[in-house]
């Protein structure tokens, strides 16, 4: 059974950094990318990051460039999301992803159960 377990929410002022932690297990197919997603409340899910298991290439949102980096290590297979300069805006639940496949619209079947992170102003 695959599970994705975050975590590093919380709650930080603006300007600050939080750094969030994906560690993944049970997994039955060939990993092609780890992803991060995020909700707001009232929002649809979005695309934040993902990075290719293998070549270790990032595509990030428009938002996030710049200020947020997402990594991985193989050998635990865990992905990591360092988030700099927060902004009010970054608040959301921060989901974890394992993917199949490379690209848009980055689909994924799994999940793990999400981290709160809250930005204060």
């Known amino acids: 059974q695959v599970q994705l377990v975050e975590s590093g929410g919380g709650l930080a002022q603006a300007g600050a950094s939080l750094r969030l932690s994906c560690a993944a297990s049970g997994l039955t197919f060939r990993l092609v990318a780890m992803a991060w997603f995020r909700q707001a409340r009232g929002k649809e899910r979005e695309f934040v990051a993902a990075i290719h298991w293998d070549s270790g290439v990032t595509v990030y949102t428009d938002s996030v460039k710049g200020r947020f980096t997402i990594s991985r290590d193989n050998a635990r297979i865990a992905v990591y999301l360092q988030m700099n300069t927060l902004k009010s805006e970054d608040t959301a639940v921060y989901y974890c992803?394992?993917?199949?496949?490379?690209?848009?619209?980055?689909?994924?079947?799994?999940w793990g159960q999400g981290t709160q992170v809250t930005v204060s102003s």
């Open positions: 992803a394992a993917l199949r496949a490379w690209g848009e619209p980055w689909p994924s079947r799994y």
